[in-house]
């Protein structure tokens, strides 16, 4: 069984940054990625990057390339997401799944079969 514990999240004005930070214990052997998916109220759940376990391969959504950056430390399996020039629609419950597939990041939901509880991510106009 693998957990996972977000922290990092918070309040913080718009144009700000907030690093989030995801720590997995316990062992899959389906842990082929690491990934950051968010969700706003009264919306679905949504990607937002992914980073491969073996290697450096990222993938991000549209919607942050540029503005975040997710990393990871294989020897404290935990992931990070940088988050630099935050806007009011970056606000959302965000969450670390671990999972993926062998042969290349991928953004879909259901190739994640662990995830956090999620952390509050808010940014003010």
């Known amino acids: 069984q693998v957990q996972l514990v977000e922290s990092g999240g918070g309040l913080v004005q718009a144009g700000g940054s907030l690093r989030l930070s995801c720590a997995s214990s316990?062992?899959?052997?389906?842990?082929?990625?690491m990934a950051w998916f968010r969700q706003a109220p009264e919306k679905e759940r949504e990607f937002v990057a992914t980073?491969?376990?073996?290697?450096?391969?990222?993938d991000y959504a549209d919607s942050v390339k540029g503005r975040f950056t997710i990393s990871k430390d294989n020897a404290k399996n935990t992931v990070y997401l940088q988050m630099n020039s935050l806007k009011a629609e970056d606000s959302a419950v965000y969450y670390c799944?671990?999972?993926?597939?062998?042969?290349?990041?991928?953004?879909?939901?259901?190739?994640?079969?662990?995830w956090g509880q999620g952390t509050q991510v808010t940014v003010s106009s």
């Open positions: 980073i491969m376990r073996s290697g450096d391969s990222t």
């Open positions: 799944a671990v999972g993926g597939t062998w042969w290349g990041p991928t953004r879909r939901i259901s190739d994640y079969d662990y």
């Open positions: 316990g062992r899959t052997q389906s842990n082929y990625a």
